[in-house]
């Protein structure tokens, strides 16, 4: 399944790192979404673009930056992470017009040390 | 908004074992109902839905039938293999009709099946 790529897939950083995780989708989706799943926790919203135009922020910390250049592409941008940033970081798209199925990519496993 | 509670784990099975994972809803109006599936080292793949009252998803040997009156929507099958050992989230959109598609998951079930 190649219809939602992440890059990297594991990532090693320093607290004072900065670095950014990268999505693409091929399904010609317009929404698209940032998640954070930690161990023993429930997956976590994180952001959410709509037609490149971010219509969530679920509180998230300002460690961490979004970035939708287009429909197509998402970024998360990392800067002074902390150790319990250390998830899997999971982007998924769909189409963003009710018709609610989410389509995952395979997540990038983040430490920070 | 919406909520889903879904039966936590973990469940440990034999193989050829029946398999039931419950999940159960709150919501305005009738969304759409979700399992999606996290195989180890992967993201989640959908792996049923349904639309509508009544309606039963189904995939790879997997079932869940849509549930109103008990607002639930329990995933089963009759004979679990070594390669269902998995983690399966129930999810619901957020707010019913949503345009944006947000989903909130369960806390996901993981499911280990010994042969």
């Known amino acids: 399944e190649t219809g939602v790529t992440q890059t990297p897939r594991h990532l090693v950083m320093g607290m004072t790192n900065k670095k950014s995780l990268k999505c693409e989708q091929h399904?010609?989706?317009?929404?698209m979404y940032w998640y954070k799943q930690s161990a023993k926790k429930p997956l976590e919203l994180m952001f959410v673009y709509n037609f490149k135009e971010q219509t969530e922020n679920n509180s998230v910390p300002s460690r961490f930056s979004p970035e939708c250049p287009n429909s197509s592409h998402l970024f998360l941008h990392l800067h002074t992470l902390q150790p319990e940033d250390s998830a899997l970081y999971l982007c998924?798209?769909?189409?963003?017009?009710?018709?609610?199925?989410?389509?995952f990519g395979p997540g990038t496993r983040l430490t920070v040390l | 908004g919406n909520s889903v509670t879904q039966m936590e784990g973990p469940v440990t099975l034999s193989e050829e074992a029946f398999l039931t994972i419950n999940c159960t809803y709150t919501a305005t109006g009738y969304p759409s109902l979700f399992w999606y599936v996290q195989y180890p080292g992967e993201g989640l793949q959908l792996l049923l839905k349904?639309?509508?009252?009544?309606d039963k998803g189904s995939n790879k040997g997997f079932e869940a039938t849509y549930r109103k009156e008990t607002t639930s929507f329990h995933l089963e099958k009759g004979s679990v293999q070594v390669s269902d050992s998995a983690v399966y989230f129930c999810?619901?959109?957020?707010?019913?009709?949503?345009?944006?598609?947000?989903?909130?998951f369960g806390k996901g079930t993981k499911l280990s099946v010994k042969p």
């Open positions: 399904l010609g989706h317009n929404a």
């Open positions: 998924a798209s769909s189409q963003g017009d009710g018709r609610d199925t989410q389509y």
């Open positions: 349904a639309t509508k009252a009544d």
């Open positions: 999810a619901l959109p957020q707010n019913y009709g949503g345009s944006q598609g947000n989903l909130i």
